[in-house]
């Protein structure tokens, strides 16, 4: 079992900058594969960004070229540089992993892109 807790979020205008962070309750180096997804009001959750243990990354066409995920095995901790945010970058955004067959959530942190 692990537990996530992201935190970075908050309100920034357009243009801006933010990190998140997603911390776990224990070592991620055996968890292959994780990512980071966003969800608004009345719409389903989209996945952002995804990487796996050898680094290799998947991007939301919209965010390509914007937002960098990254992983720290020594930190336990994954993040999302988020650059040049938009209006639509305006979401819940969720940490996400796959462990011993088990789907993990964090809580979610909010982000609010907005002038």
């Known amino acids: 079992q692990v537990q996530f807790v992201e935190s970075g979020g908050g309100m920034v205008q357009p243009g801006g900058s933010l990190r998140l962070s997603c911390i776990a309750s224990?070592?991620?180096?055996?968890?292959?594969?994780m990512g980071w997804y966003r969800q608004t009001p009345g719409k389903q959750r989209e996945l952002v960004a995804d990487?796996?243990?050898?680094?290799?990354?998947n991007y939301h066409d919209s965010v390509k070229g914007r937002f960098t995920i990254s992983r720290d095995n020594e930190k336990n901790t994954m993040y999302l540089q988020m650059s040049s945010l938009k209006p639509d970058d305006t979401a819940v955004y969720y940490c996400?992993?796959?462990?011993?067959?088990?789907?993990?959530w964090g809580r979610g942190t909010q982000v609010t892109v907005s002038s």
């Open positions: 996400n992993a796959v462990a011993s067959g088990f789907q993990y």
């Open positions: 224990r070592s991620i180096r055996t968890i292959y594969r």
């Open positions: 990487i796996t243990t050898t680094g290799t990354t």
